[in-house]
C-alpha cells in the first residue's frame, strides 16, 4: 500500500517501530499471491488508524498485515473475476479527498510542498488507493450474493442475545419543519451586487487580487481562508446557476458577471479546467434583512402557525402553501438525516436551534416560532413539529425491528466473508517472514 496521506506520522514512528524493524529502512514482511506487504505499508496503515482513532486489540504488527493481506486477497480474485473500479466515481472521490486537503493546508501549493511532490503525482496514488478499496467492496458484496434474512432469523437472533447485549436505544424523532424568509427589499440587494460588480471592476483593471477580496469580503467562511478557491469541483457538485457560469469561463484573469443561486450572491474567476471538472474562486455575499423585515417575517409565521393551531389547516397543507425549503417542501417538511438518509434523528444529530425548540415536546405538537440558520446558512423563521418520538429504551423486535435486522444481516454478512477467506487461504501463496509469524491470526490459515 502506496499512501502518502500519512508520510509525516510514518517518519515520526519509524524510530518508535519494534525491535524487529530498527535495523532497516524497509523490509518486506509478508508476500500474498504475487504482491509483497513492506513494513512501510505497515506502518502507514498503522498511523492512519491512529489519526482516524480506530482502535483494535492486539499488537499492531499482527493486525495490520492481516489486513492487508484480506485487502489483497479479494483484489487478486476480483482480477480474477473481472472485477473493476468506476473511473468516474474513483476520480469523484479522489477530488473531493484533493480538496479537503487543500482546505486543511491553505492552498494547492501548500499541499505540493506539504507532501514534497506535485498535486498530479498526489492524485496517482489517491487514485490508486480509491480504487482498491471500491474493488474490494464490490468483491465483497458479490461473495455475499444476495443473502437476505428473514423476520424469523431476526426474531431468533434476538432471542439469542444475552440480557446484557441488548443494546440501548437512544431517543429519535422525527421532525417536519415550516421555514418562512424575510423578503429583503430590492434596494438592499442591488446595493450588494454593486458592490460584487466594483470587486469585478477591480480585478479586471488589475488593482487588486481577487484572492485578497474573498478573504476580506466573502460569506463562505470557509473558502475565503483559501482566497475564495473551491477546489476541483464536477457540474453535480455545484448549484445549476454556479455551475452554468463557472463552466463557461475561459480567462483566468477575467471575472465573471454576478450569480444568484440560493445562497446569495457570487462573483467568480477561473483557475485551472482539467477534464469535466472545473476549479474557480469565488465571492458570495447575502442581502441582510433589516430590523423591519425579520419583524415582517415571524408575523407571518405567527399568523401561520394560528392557523395550524385553529385546525384551519394541517401542518402539512401549510408547509406546502408556505414554507420557503424547497427540498423540504416535497416532503411535506419531514426533514432527513444526511448522516444517516433516514427521516430519524438522534437529538445530537438535529440541528441545534430544531434540539433546542422540540426538546420537551410530545408526539404530534408543534413548536412556537423561532429563528434558525438553515443549511444554505441563511436566516430564517420556522416551527416545528414532533410527527414521532421514541424515547430512548432498551432494544425490541417491535420498535427497533428494521436495527436488528441491520446488525443480524451484517453478522450474517461476515459469516459469508470469513468462510471465503478460509476457503481462499488454501490456493493463494503466502509468505510471512520469521519475523511477523509470532501472531495470533484472526485466520488460522496464513502459516501453511
Given at each position: 500500500m502506496n499512501n502518502r496521506l500519512f508520510a509525516l506520522f510514518f517518519l515520526a514512528v519509524l524510530s518508535l517501530a519494534p525491535a524487529r524493524s530498527a535495523s532497516v529502512i524497509d523490509e518486506v514482511a509478508w508476500i500474498v499471491g504475487d504482491e509483497a506487504i513492506l513494513l512501510s505499508d505497515v506502518e502507514?496503515?498503522?498511523?492512519?488508524?491512529?489519526?482516524?482513532?480506530?482502535e483494535f486489540e492486539g499488537d499492531p504488527y499482527c493486525y495490520i498485515p492481516e489486513q492487508l493481506a484480506l485487502?489483497?486477497?479479494?483484489?487478486?480474485?476480483?482480477?480474477?473475476?473481472?472485477?473493476?473500479?468506476?473511473?468516474?466515481?474513483?476520480?469523484?472521490?479522489?477530488?473531493?479527498?484533493?480538496?479537503?486537503?487543500?482546505?486543511?493546508?491553505?492552498?494547492?501549493?501548500?499541499?505540493?510542498?506539504?507532501?514534497?511532490?506535485?498535486?498530479?503525482?498526489?492524485?496517482?496514488?489517491?487514485?490508486?488507493?480509491?480504487?482498491?478499496?471500491?474493488?474490494?467492496?464490490?468483491?465483497?458484496?458479490?461473495i455475499v450474493g444476495d443473502a437476505k434474512v428473514t423476520p424469523a432469523e431476526v426474531k431468533q437472533f434476538f432471542n439469542s442475545l444475552p440480557?446484557?447485549?441488548?443494546?440501548?436505544?437512544?431517543?429519535?424523532?422525527?421532525?417536519?419543519?415550516?421555514?418562512?424568509?424575510?423578503?429583503?427589499?430590492?434596494?438592499?440587494?442591488?446595493?450588494?451586487?454593486?458592490?460584487?460588480?466594483?470587486?469585478?471592476?477591480?480585478?479586471?483593471?488589475?488593482?487588486?487580487?481577487?484572492?485578497?477580496?474573498a478573504i476580506l469580503y466573502s460569506e463562505d467562511k470557509e473558502s475565503a481562508k483559501?482566497?475564495?478557491?473551491?477546489?476541483?469541483?464536477?457540474?453535480?457538485?455545484?448549484?445549476?446557476?454556479?455551475?452554468?457560469?463557472?463552466?463557461?469561463?475561459?480567462?483566468?484573469?477575467?471575472?465573471?458577471?454576478?450569480?444568484?443561486?440560493?445562497?446569495?450572491?457570487h462573483i467568480i474567476q477561473l483557475i485551472e479546467k482539467g477534464g469535466d471538472k472545473v476549479n474557480v474562486r469565488h465571492i458570495l455575499m447575502k442581502p441582510k434583512?433589516?430590523?423591519?423585515?425579520?419583524?415582517n417575517a415571524m408575523a407571518r409565521l405567527d399568523s401561520i402557525a394560528a392557523v395550524v393551531d385553529s385546525s384551519i389547516l394541517s401542518f402539512e397543507q401549510a408547509v406546502a402553501?408556505?414554507?420557503?425549503d424547497k427540498g423540504s417542501k416535497n416532503s411535506l417538511g419531514l426533514m432527513t438525516n444526511a448522516k444517516t438518509g433516514s427521516s430519524k434523528f438522534q437529538m445530537?444529530?438535529?440541528?441545534?436551534?430544531?434540539?433546542?425548540?422540540?426538546?420537551?415536546?410530545?408526539?404530534?405538537?408543534?413548536?412556537?416560532?423561532?429563528?434558525?440558520i438553515d443549511s444554505k446558512g441563511n436566516e430564517v423563521y420556522a416551527i416545528a413539529k414532533v410527527k414521532t418520538l421514541l424515547k430512548a429504551h432498551k432494544a425490541n423486535v417491535e420498535d427497533d425491528f428494521m436495527a436488528i435486522k441491520a446488525a443480524y444481516q451484517e453478522q450474517k454478512n461476515s459469516e459469508i466473508l470469513k468462510a471465503w477467506v478460509l476457503e481462499k487461504q488454501k490456493s493463494i501463496y503466502v509468505r510471512i517472514d520469521p519475523k511477523w509469524r509470532n501472531c495470533e491470526f484472526q485466520y488460522p490459515g496464513w502459516i501453511k
Open positions: 502507514e496503515y498503522r498511523q492512519r488508524l491512529k489519526y482516524e482513532g480506530s485487502q489483497k486477497l479479494y483484489l487478486d480474485q476480483a482480477k480474477i473475476d473481472s472485477i473493476y473500479a468506476d473511473d468516474k466515481v474513483v476520480s469523484n472521490q479522489v477530488e473531493m479527498r484533493i480538496n479537503y486537503l487543500i482546505s486543511q493546508v491553505g492552498s494547492r501549493e501548500k499541499l505540493e510542498e506539504y507532501f514534497k511532490q506535485d498535486i498530479a503525482s498526489l492524485r496517482e496514488e489517491l487514485t490508486e488507493m480509491v480504487s482498491n478499496q471500491q474493488i474490494i467492496q464490490q468483491m465483497q458484496r458479490k440480557e446484557d447485549s441488548i443494546p440501548d436505544i437512544p431517543t429519535q424523532v422525527e421532525v417536519q419543519l415550516l421555514t418562512v424568509a424575510p423578503v429583503i427589499n430590492t434596494k438592499t440587494i442591488e446595493e450588494v451586487k454593486a458592490k460584487l460588480r466594483g470587486f469585478k471592476d477591480r480585478v479586471d483593471a488589475k488593482e487588486t487580487e481577487f484572492s485578497t477580496l483559501h482566497g475564495g478557491e473551491l477546489g476541483f469541483m464536477g457540474r453535480g457538485q455545484l448549484v445549476p446557476e454556479f455551475a452554468d457560469v463557472a463552466f463557461s469561463l475561459r480567462d483566468p484573469s477575467r471575472v465573471s458577471k454576478v450569480v444568484e443561486t440560493e445562497f446569495g450572491f434583512a433589516s430590523l423591519a423585515e425579520k419583524n402553501l408556505y414554507s420557503v445530537s444529530e438535529l440541528p441545534q436551534d430544531v434540539a433546542k425548540a422540540i426538546y420537551r415536546l410530545n408526539q404530534g405538537e408543534i413548536t412556537k416560532p423561532f429563528m434558525m
